[in-house]
């Protein structure tokens, strides 16, 4: 994950579909929908940073990593943060989340992962 949550911050969305694998099987899963398919996230990841004005804290708490194979792993964290929508709203949350990483040409990616936000 290094990288990942700073380009988060700084809102760099070439970085972070960088980090997500563009291959056949790809799910994304949050809040009780699930995305099949790369280009769907993307499209609605893009959506989401359109509408984000700035991100303004990430904090990360009990990681825990699994290796499955060794072209196989998963990573689990709780989070806290928020973020200012461009309407100027604040929105804080905290929850958790799990990502499955491939190592795909050498490189480690997202695959599948899975969580939900507790906004307050």
């Given at each position: ?15 972070i579909l960088t980090f ?101």
């Amino acid at each position: 994950m290094d990288g990942y949550f700073e380009a988060l911050e700084r809102r760099d969305l070439d970085w972070i579909l960088t980090f997500w694998a563009d291959v056949d099987g790809f799910v994304f899963a949050a809040e009780g929908s699930l995305i099949a398919g790369y280009d769907a996230f993307a499209e609605q990841l893009r959506s989401a940073m359109e509408a984000t004005a700035s991100v303004n804290s990430i904090e990360k708490s009990n990681e825990h990593i699994y290796v499955s194979a060794k072209d196989a792993a998963s990573y689990s964290l709780e989070f806290a943060g928020s973020m200012t929508a461009v309407s100027g709203d604040t929105v804080r949350s905290r929850g958790s989340w799990t990502y499955v990483f491939k190592r795909i040409d050498g490189e480690w990616r997202i695959v599948h992962c899975a969580g939900a936000h507790v906004y307050f």
